[in-house]
């Protein structure tokens, strides 16, 4: 039964993505500093089973395996990030040339390859130097992501054409201040909010130094986006959902596309925190820098209904629907809150151009002795979503590319080696790569610069809840 396909438009980009922390293991080599990663993975009880990256994908040494992958699976584009602790190992200073030697390599590779570097510069593994000192909850750390973020267009800037400034300031500031679960582990509510802060002005402050360095090509942000919904139409929930949204998305959404933070916010975290007066004037208008394009991550949609969280915001995340098909890992397949997603993007900031900068699912599909991996969930998952991407186009929606998450198997922060997103499998600790059947219905995807949408309740979405 042939489906209805759908072909994307003309430079339409097809990437995958990983990053630093999570793929490239060799921690100590060539005078690498060390991360909050290497920290909190070494203390006992933060990752699952106590894993740590030390090794992970490997990636450090078989980066070249890596981009020649990326062409059997012909994208366009790697979405890679840059780990700070390589290019100034403690944070400030000097240039590291023997970290610039690797990204150098890795650049000139991916071109030969026809494959479009697009770095991150910050994904998460900030120098336990500049931790030490602070972290993110002083400003200092956006003085020192200004320079850092300066070093790399100086350095990669002849070569690379698409930046990502922050990845998922919201993620960060959240599970690494708030809920403790990501590093550095800290359990504070108004820590969080100075972190998400520090994390947006770094972002503008790196806009900022890539206009000065007269570098061509595009720069972002990259913002985790949770589609949230009431869980009734009572008026609670609503305005239960409406704060949520605040919080984990138009905190972030409105400072960077229109230089303000939002004025419930605001007010609600004057209530819960007290003062904030890390929040300068003029923070905002450097937040809102202007940049190219938004990134937009996107996993799973958000149920929210009235109640109060521990540590006193205003709502309460609803477990997942279980008459909602899930991923392995138990994260409801919600493409349809996607497609509304970016639509209200366009409605609520305007004509913006769009990147789909991370989008994927854990299957646990090994490989068979064959060597291949039939992972049918993934597959359907990342059609799926590349119609709902493909259905926000149609309406006017900017999207100009979607990057799968993963490439590769690798370490998934505090939940270690178990989860697995990669279109590749990875062999731990041999390394040894092999290609699951998502990947090569990918590169099949990308190819036709097309995906076929099933033809009939193939789709897994039950859309949003009444
Ligand atoms: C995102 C992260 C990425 C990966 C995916 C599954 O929040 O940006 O590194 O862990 O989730």
């Not at 397949?333 to 004509?351: H, K, M, N, S």
């Not at 979607?402 to 690798?410: G, K, T």
């Not at 080696?417 to 219905?441: E, N, Q, T, W």
Request: one cysteine or more; a negative charge; hydrophobic letters at 40%.
């Amino acid at each position: 039964m042939a489906g209805l396909v759908r072909r994307f438009p003309d430079g339409f980009v097809w990437g995958a993505g990983t990053s630093s922390y999570q793929v490239e293991g060799a921690v100590h080599e060539d005078g690498r500093g060390a991360s909050i990663w290497d920290t909190f993975a070494h203390t006992p009880g933060r990752v699952e089973n106590d894993e740590h990256a030390d090794v992970t994908a490997d990636h450090y040494h078989r980066w070249a395996e890596d981009v020649a992958l990326l062409g059997e699976l012909a994208v366009d584009a790697y979405r890679f990030s840059i780990a700070w602790p390589r290019i100034q190992p403690d944070g400030r200073g000097a240039a590291n040339p023997r970290g610039i030697a690797f990204y150098d390599r890795l650049v000139d590779a991916l071109l030969e390859q026809g494959v479009q570097p697009c770095p991150t510069l910050y994904h998460w593994d900030l120098p336990q130097a500049l931790e030490d000192a602070g972290g993110w909850l002083v400003r200092a750390t956006v003085d020192g992501f200004a320079e850092y973020a300066a070093v790399c267009y100086d350095a990669f800037g002849d070569r690379v054409r698409t930046w990502f400034t922050v990845n998922e300031p919201w993620v960060a500031s959240t599970l690494g201040y708030r809920l403790g679960i990501h590093a550095p582990g800290h359990r504070d509510l108004r820590e969080s909010v100075v972190a998400s802060h520090h994390l947006l002005l770094a972002h503008g402050a790196a806009v900022g130094a890539f206009r000065a360095a007269g570098k061509p090509g595009r720069i972002g942000i990259v913002l985790s986006q949770a589609p949230t919904y009431p869980a009734t139409d009572s008026e609670a929930d609503a305005a239960a959902a409406h704060g949520s949204d605040g919080y984990t998305n138009r905190w972030y959404l409105d400072p960077v596309l229109t230089a303000a933070y939002p004025a419930d916010m605001l007010e609600l975290w004057h209530r819960l925190v007290g003062p904030l007066d890390e929040i300068r004037d003029g923070d905002p208008a450097v937040i809102g820098t202007p940049s190219d394009f938004l990134g937009v991550n996107y996993y799973a949609r958000r149920v929210i209904g009235a109640g109060r969280s521990d540590d006193g915001l205003p709502w309460r995340v609803m477990p997942a629907d279980p008459a909602i098909p899930s991923t392995n890992t138990g994260w409801e397949i919600t493409p349809t809150a996607l497609f509304e997603q970016l639509v209200r993007l366009r409605a609520d900031y305007g004509d913006l151009p769009m990147l789909i900068t991370e989008n994927g699912a854990v299957f646990f599909d090994q490989p068979n002795p064959d060597g291949r991996t039939h992972d049918a969930g993934r597959t359907a998952f990342i059609r799926d979503h590349l119609v709902a991407v493909h259905r926000a186009i149609e309406t006017g929606v900017r999207v100009e590319g979607y990057f799968a998450w993963s490439l590769l198997d690798n370490f998934e922060w505090a939940e270690g080696f178990r989860s697995r997103f990669g279109l590749i499998h990875v062999d731990y600790p041999s390394g040894r790569r092999l290609v699951k059947d998502s990947g090569r219905a990918y590169a099949a995807m990308a190819r036709a610069n097309a995906v076929e949408e099933p033809a009939a309740n193939g789709a897994t979405d039950t859309g949003t809840p009444g």
